[in-house]
């Protein structure tokens, strides 16, 4: 033994821990990482340090060569013959035996050492048998055993520890498999001996944990023994590492029975018995549930992780015994009950563990239907019905929200903005579980469940609409929101009596904002239920007289106008004149104005031909005439007057994205009148705005817009916007040009002229120019000579990542469309 490297690694161990200078402490933990990797001396020093009677730094010196035998032993072990490692082996084994008053982590780091070496060593030929012979005798070292056969599988599947695949799978037999049995029995005899302390019991729900994790654990061997009951008595603990043991035994156990249920063309032919579970598991799953509705942890919602441990259980449960519990629901009935309740606890964030259960039961219960075993269909109705009414409740704001923050004081607190958004991101997570409910029970009776909560808060309110709490009303109209995605447009019964019901809600401004986007949700249900559009439009519009309504009313005109727009014509003149009402007082936000000149599009497309040419008419001659005013008057040097023209074009380019009529309109000739005007406008501020991040990136998407939808109609324009690319990006580098001309090439190159992609505008009284090939291999070869310029400087490179992107996307698309040509560039 070196006894002077002892010294000198106690010495350092004492300035890690004990010195005040943090450059002292420093130097001695690098020392010690650099001795731990790279000393082969380490070996023997940590080995003497872990025998000596050291008395000053004991545990910490200890510990530390404990843990450095173990690295060394993950990464090193090869280093040492196979006596070497049997001595090694036997030296850890005997520090156990002859030192009884370790600290259960120095027990921990000696056990975790000798699994490792039983892993690697095939010198050492039945490292299970060996270490219960050494320890089994002694109540004091029962205790070591258990420890060593609970890291023992953790340790098989350590992915640090190197060794080939034939090693592996010889280890990992000789190691679980096949001592599977064997560990049964020890695990039994501990829990059966009388004179072992009764903390053992505790080691032994671990050690039983850590093998049921491994998968090496069947059912079958358990059943008759007390490791089960074992398991499920543990949860009775108010220790809270007892418990959360218990918790990962008793899902353990769970998961393996999966096998009970399986069907039989996933199991061989032979298929599940899923007796076990029925006998053996289930009345003890009634009373853990029993005793999550009794644990005061969960009735007084004071310990999240104890709540969190239960929900876990009944998770594992319903998706393990999904199949089975679909087939009998009547055996199954206590479980369902219990699932239901975990979905009432107040954790938002903890029974999202159940969601994906429910959509998956959902599945297989219409699948039976479909089979024709409608009785199983007609059984899981009310435990659907059940499930909205607890959904609901959890949509709902607290009472004491006033739709931006919680009272400070008392048990509300306040709301942080993260927790704001946290719930409003639940529910749309939850609003999922909502869809699946529809699909079992319908839409009629799913519907149902908010009419009735709607109705009974506008009942109390005896004509005061103002006394009904709104967040009950909200959280309801939410959940008809999620529910229209499975509502079919021709229900009858509810959504008429919910659509009477709007004008009597409170005047609230979250009330009417949810029914706005109610309103925009069953948009194709109005378009078969065209009354209610004129109430519905009257609706809407009201909303945009406040801020925090606009949103939702300009994505209702949007659906209203995509859904009902033969409804919507005649009333284009106020729709026009609100739109423009609307862009002069800035009422509304960009995306909003976005959304409605949407609206303005589906309602020109679905107007007879005659008339459809003068709302396209209606529409440009203003916002063009605005543009070229500002353009003529050099109104592009502020940020509100560039602000003002990126309004204006996108707000065209929408309208031209969204329109939809026939070649042959008188509409389209006006249209083609209105782009080739629009057209030099947008060069116009390309070729003095090039540099401007958000008007180049703005009037690039209009360009872009115009090459897709109006290519014909614009194809004699494409020189034009090929010289100005070039010259844009040459003066700023900016990778939109390169999306830009990305595009060009998919429509044009390989001479093409647009007629390829949009035949219906070819026939517009666009007229093509023909091949335009050779302009579009000059402006690729011009970008290669800018981007390769470029990348000489990789700062460049560094500072405009999105300009190589777009450089290479272009380049591959040119290779796709006109390979030849762009192979036999010079650069």
Not at 284 to 303: F, L
Request: glycine share 4%.
């Amino acid at each position: 033994m070196n006894q002077q490297e002892v010294a000198q690694v106690i010495s350092v161990l004492k300035a890690l821990y004990q010195s005040s200078d943090s450059g002292s402490k420093k130097q001695a933990n690098d020392w010690l990482q650099d001795f731990q990797r790279k000393q082969p001396s380490a070996w023997t020093t940590c080995d003497a340090i872990l025998s000596a009677p050291l008395t000053e730094l004991q545990n910490e010196a200890k510990l530390f060569a404990a843990q450095t035998l173990r690295n060394k032993i993950i990464n090193d072990l090869r280093d040492l013959d196979s006596s070497a490692v049997i001595s090694l082996r036997d030296s850890l084994v005997n520090y156990i035996k002859n030192v009884r008053t370790l600290p259960q982590n120095l027990i921990t780091q000696v056990c975790l050492s000798l699994a490792d070496i039983a892993v690697q060593s095939e010198a050492w030929t039945n490292p299970v048998a060996d270490i219960t012979q050494q320890f089994s005798a002694d109540p004091y070292l029962v205790t070591c055993l258990l420890e060593f056969l609970t890291v023992l599988p953790e340790e098989v599947f350590n992915d640090r520890i190197v060794i080939s695949d034939d090693v592996y799978r010889r280890r990992s037999n000789l190691l679980l498999t096949s001592q599977a049995a064997n560990i049964i029995d020890i695990m039994v005899r501990c829990l059966q001996s009388s004179n072992l302390d009764p903390t053992t019991h505790v080691r032994v729900l671990s050690c039983f944990t850590s093998w049921i994790k491994c998968g090496e654990l069947a059912l079958g061997t358990m059943k008759n023994t007390p490791l089960i009951e074992l398991a499920f008595a543990a949860l009775d603990s108010t220790d809270e590492t007892i418990f959360d043991t218990a918790v990962d035994a008793v899902c353990g156990i769970i998961y393996e029975s999966r096998d009970a249920v399986r069907p039989l063309e996933s199991s061989g032919g032979a298929g599940g018995d899923p007796s076990i579970i029925e006998q053996d598991i289930l009345p003890r799953m009634a009373i853990v549930a029993d005793k999550m509705r009794s644990d005061e942890a969960v009735t007084k919602d004071a310990d999240e992780d104890r709540i969190r441990g239960y929900c876990r259980i009944f998770a594992e449960a319903g998706e393990a015994w999904l199949p089975e519990i679909v087939k009998k629901q009547g055996v199954y009935e206590k479980l369902l009950t219990a699932l239901i309740d975990c979905m009432r606890l107040p954790h938002l964030e903890v029974i999202r563990m159940f969601f994906n259960m429910w959509g998956d039961m959902a599945t297989q219960v219409l699948d039976h239907a479909c089979r024709g075993q409608e009785y199983i269909h007609k059984a899981y109705i009310p435990v659907f019905e059940a499930l909205i009414d607890v959904i609901i409740v959890h949509l709902q704001y607290p009472l004491e929200y006033d739709g931006f923050s919680l009272p400070s004081g008392g048990n509300a607190g306040r709301w942080t903005a993260q927790e704001r958004d946290e719930f409003r991101d639940f529910r749309h997570e939850v609003g999922d579980v909502l869809k699946d409910c529809v699909r079992v029970v319908g839409d009629e009776t799913a519907l149902m469940h908010p009419f009735r909560l709607i109705s009974a808060k506008i009942s109390e309110s005896s004509g005061s609409p103002q006394q009904t709490p709104w967040q009950i009303v909200e959280a309801s109209l939410f959940a008809l929101r999620v529910m229209g995605a499975e509502v079919s447009p021709n229900e009858d019964k509810i959504l008429p009596k919910l659509m009477d019901m709007f004008s009597n809600f409170p005047a609230h401004p979250k009330l009417r904002y949810a029914a706005t986007l109610v309103i925009a949700r069953y948009t194709e249900w109005t378009n078969k239920h065209p009354q209610y559009v004129p109430f519905q439009l009257g609706y809407v519009s009201q909303g945009f007289q406040d801020h925090n309504i606009a949103p939702a009313s300009a994505l209702a005109i949007k659906y209203l106008a995509k859904d009902c727009s033969a409804h919507l014509v005649p009333v284009w003149k106020d729709l026009l004149s609100f739109y423009f009402q609307a862009f002069s007082t800035r009422v509304l936000g960009d995306l909003d104005m976005l959304q409605v000149t949407e609206a303005l599009a589906h309602v020109i497309s679905a107007s007879p031909p005659a008339d459809a040419a003068g709302k396209v008419e209606e529409f440009f001659a203003p916002l063009l005439k605005d543009l070229s005013e500002k353009l003529d008057q050099g109104a592009t040097t502020t940020d509100s007057e560039k602000r003002a023209i990126i309004e204006l074009v996108e707000r065209m380019g929408v309208l031209i994205d969204y329109l939809d009529i026939d070649a042959s309109s008188p509409s389209m000739e006006v249209l083609r009148q209105a782009v080739m005007t629009l057209c030099p406008l947008l060069l116009r501020i390309l070729g003095s705005n090039a540099a401007h991040p958000a008007l180049s990136e703005s009037t690039a998407r209009v360009l872009r817009t115009l090459i897709m939808v109006c290519s014909a109609m614009v194809s004699q324009m494409v020189p034009s916007f090929i010289e100005t690319i070039v010259v844009s990006f040459q003066q700023t580098g900016y990778g939109v040009y390169l999306w830009l001309l990305r595009k060009i090439i998919e429509v044009y190159g390989n001479g093409r002229d647009g007629r390829a992609i949009t035949a219906a505008t070819a026939t517009s009284g666009g007229s093509g120019s023909g091949n335009y090939d050779a302009l579009i291999i000059q402006a690729v070869e011009k970008a290669t000579e800018i981007v390769l310029q470029a990348l000489q400087d990789p700062a460049t490179v560094q500072s405009h990542p999105e300009t190589i992107d777009e450089y290479f996307r272009t380049l591959s698309m040119g290779l796709s469309i006109m390979p030849r040509s762009i192979i036999q560039m010079p650069s």
